[in-house]
C-alpha cells in the first residue's frame, strides 16, 4: 500500500513514523513554518521533522487548491492518502485522486464532536468516554462514512493531554489495522446519522476563563479540559493566574462563588455555585506553576480575598 500523508503536529508525527514502519509512504504534506517566541524564530511543524528524519518527502503548500500542487500530488501514485490533524481542510480534487480515496483520524466516537478539539470538549462536558475514528473524508466536516472506531474510556483526573497521549496510541494502531482491511478488501463504511451529531469548536481565551458561579465539578471539568493548554485562568488581584489542578472539597455552601479560604495553613479553597474547590496547582502570573500551599505562603492570603 502506498500512502500519502497529511498532518501537522505531533500526534500526526507519531502516527506518520508508525504508518511508515508497515507501509510506503511516499510523501508528508504538512503546515508551514511559523514564527514563535519572543525572537519570532521559524520552527518547523512535528510532521516535517519527523518526514525529514524518516527520509520522507515533504511537501508545505501554502494552498491546497493550487493546480501545480494537486498535479504534483497526483503524480507521487499514492493509493491512499491518510491525514491525521493537518489543520485544514482537503478539497475534493485531492481527496479524490487516490485509489482507495482519503482516510481520517478523528479523536472522538463520531459523529459526537465533530470539529475542532474534541478531546478537550470531551472533558470540559463531563464524558465518561470518547474515542478515535477513521472515517472516509467527504467534502462535509467529519461527516464521511466511518470505517472503524474504538472507544476510550474517561479517568476522573484525567487531563486533556492525558488523554491526547491515549488518543495517539489507540490512533495509530487503528489506523494500521484499517488500512490493513482496505488492503484485503474487507473495509466496510457505516454512514454517520447526522441527527445525533454534536460540534465542537474551537478553544480560545475565553472559553478557559473560570466562571466561579457554576458548580465545582463543571469548573474542575473546565480545569482539566485545558490542562496543558490554554490552561483555565481567573484574576487574583488584577492579575491573571492560572489553574491548572483542583479537586473537590467536602465543603458545601460556605464560601461564596470565587471567595478564597486558607484551611490549614495549606489548603487553598475557592468558593463555587456547589461545593468549594482546593486548588492543588497554580500558577501566578510570570511565575512558574506551583503547589496550593505555596501560593498561600507567598502571596500571604488575606481573609475576604477572591479571584473573579
Not at 466516537?109 to 470518547?130: C, D, F, Q
Not at 487553598?268 to 474547590?277: M, Q
Request: charged share 30%; hydrophobic share 40%; net charge positive.
Amino acid at each position: 500500500m502506498k500512502i500519502g500523508f497529511f498532518g501537522t503536529p505531533d500526534i500526526g508525527a507519531y502516527c506518520l513514523e508508525n504508518l511508515a514502519r508497515e507501509f510506503e509512504v511516499l510523501f508528508a504534506v504538512t503546515g508551514e513554518d511559523k514564527p514563535v517566541g519572543r525572537h519570532q524564530h521559524m520552527q518547523a511543524p512535528p510532521v516535517k521533522l519527523k518526514a525529514r528524519e524518516l527520509g520522507i518527502a515533504v511537501l508545505q503548500p501554502a494552498s491546497l487548491r493550487d493546480e501545480s500542487f494537486i498535479k504534483h500530488i497526483a503524480n507521487f501514485g499514492a493509493d491512499l492518502f491518510v491525514v491525521v490533524a493537518y489543520g485544514k481542510i482537503i478539497p475534493k480534487e485531492l481527496f479524490e485522486i487516490p485509489k482507495y480515496k482519503t482516510i481520517n483520524l478523528h479523536p472522538s466516537l463520531l459523529p459526537k464532536y465533530r470539529g475542532a478539539a474534541p478531546i478537550e470538549w470531551a472533558i470540559v462536558n463531563g464524558e465518561r468516554e470518547t474515542g478515535v475514528t477513521v472515517q472516509l473524508i467527504n467534502e462535509k466536516l467529519d461527516a464521511g462514512d466511518i470505517l472503524s472506531q474504538e472507544k476510550i474510556i474517561i479517568g476522573d483526573d484525567m487531563t486533556a493531554g492525558d488523554l491526547y497521549e491515549c488518543v495517539k496510541s489507540a490512533g495509530s494502531t487503528l489506523l494500521i489495522r484499517t488500512i490493513r482491511w482496505i488492503e484485503a478488501g474487507i473495509a466496510v463504511g457505516r454512514k454517520q446519522n447526522d441527527d445525533e451529531a454534536t460540534y465542537c469548536g474551537k478553544i480560545n481565551r475565553e472559553t478557559s476563563k473560570i466562571d466561579w458561579g457554576k458548580p465545582a465539578n463543571v469548573i474542575r471539568n473546565l480545569i482539566r479540559g485545558m490542562n496543558p493548554k490554554p490552561v483555565a485562568w481567573t484574576m487574583f488581584r488584577e492579575k491573571i493566574v492560572r489553574i491548572w489542578s483542583a479537586i473537590e472539597s467536602d465543603e458545601e455552601g460556605v464560601l461564596k462563588p470565587g471567595e478564597i479560604r486558607v484551611r490549614e495553613k495549606k489548603r487553598l479553597l475557592v468558593g463555587t455555585a456547589s461545593k468549594a474547590l482546593e486548588i492543588t496547582e497554580i500558577q501566578p502570573e510570570t511565575k512558574k506553576p506551583m503547589r496550593g500551599a505555596d501560593f498561600i505562603n507567598g502571596y500571604r492570603i488575606k481573609e475576604g480575598e477572591s479571584f473573579r
